[in-house]
């Protein structure tokens, strides 16, 4: 609640009090003053500033003059300055990235996922990372030969595995695997989604939730049907990809394990 009507009087005509001119920098918390949406500035570009609410709604508002509210005061929205050359630029993973980075020779420790969108996914996301460590991530196509595969990969104190496995909770069949992999030199980490699409934040896509897809129904189909989208899984993936530009986009489930990877298979011996 505001003291008055913020938007009665004049204040938009020229000499009657000057707006503030306010940066939109990131998280900031504005009203628009039309709409009364209210959210946290989540992006901006050359001509709109993007707000997120509390509930995940994203919406999209051009900057114009005197049109938002902060704090109950009418200001206008700008879009921030550029950072200075002196300020370090962040990865998408939000790691201070290493400028002019160059090709290195891959280290023998590796990190394992269990099929191309979930590498395609730590990608776009740690990539940077990734490439700076000189970590080589490779994907399995399921974990049922997990035991095998570890057994072939020979790890050593100098040559590490880490595995970020899908559903890995508690009486699944993936646990059940997990556990038969032993070797100290070797750390197995998974999230609790059916599959690496469930780690993207709802709110990125513009969909309250993932929709529960009933047993017997395959996962991907069952979740294009529910939401209603034409497409092919493959369609629908690179729609999905597509959206997330951060480490903001996913969930911190799958935040947390990927970057414990990381630390492992970069720890030195």
């Known amino acids: 609640m505001y003291d008055g009507d913020v938007l009665a009087g004049n204040w938009r005509r020229p000499g009657k009090g000057k707006i503030p001119q306010v940066p939109a920098e990131l998280d900031l918390v504005v009203e628009d003053a039309e709409s009364g949406f209210c959210g946290a500035v989540v992006a901006c570009d050359k001509e709109a500033v993007t707000l997120e609410d509390r509930f995940g709604k994203r919406r999209l508002f051009p900057f114009a003059p005197a049109a938002f509210l902060l704090d109950g005061k009418v200001v206008t929205l700008v879009r921030p300055a550029a950072p200075s050359s002196a300020a370090p630029r962040r990865s998408a993973s939000g790691s201070i990235a290493v400028e002019g980075l160059r090709a290195r020779v891959?280290?023998?420790?590796?990190?394992?996922?269990?099929?191309?969108?979930?590498?395609?996914?730590?990608?776009?996301?740690?990539?940077?990372?990734?490439?700076?460590?000189?970590?080589?991530?490779?994907?399995?196509?399921?974990?049922?030969?997990?035991?095998?595969i570890v057994a072939e990969f020979g790890p050593s104190p100098e040559r590490r595995l880490g595995v970020l496995v899908d559903h890995l909770v508690p009486g699944s069949k993936e646990s059940r695997i997990a556990a038969q992999v032993t070797s100290p030199h070797v750390l197995v980490v998974g999230h609790p989604y059916v599959d690496i699409w469930q780690a993207v934040k709802p709110s990125v896509l513009r969909i309250p939730a993932w929709p529960d897809v009933p047993r017997g129904v395959p996962w991907k189909e069952g979740v294009i049907a529910a939401l209603g989208w034409r497409m092919e899984p493959a369609d629908a993936w690179r729609r999905i990809l597509g959206a997330v530009s951060a480490f903001t986009d996913l969930e911190p489930e799958l935040l947390g394990r990927v970057e414990e990877l990381i630390d492992f298979v970069t720890e030195a011996p």
């Open 106 to 148: 891959a280290k023998e420790s590796r990190i394992y996922v269990e099929g191309v969108h979930d590498a395609a996914l730590v990608e776009k996301i740690w990539g940077h990372d990734l490439r700076v460590e000189g970590v080589v991530v490779e994907y399995l196509e399921g974990v049922d030969d997990l035991p095998a």
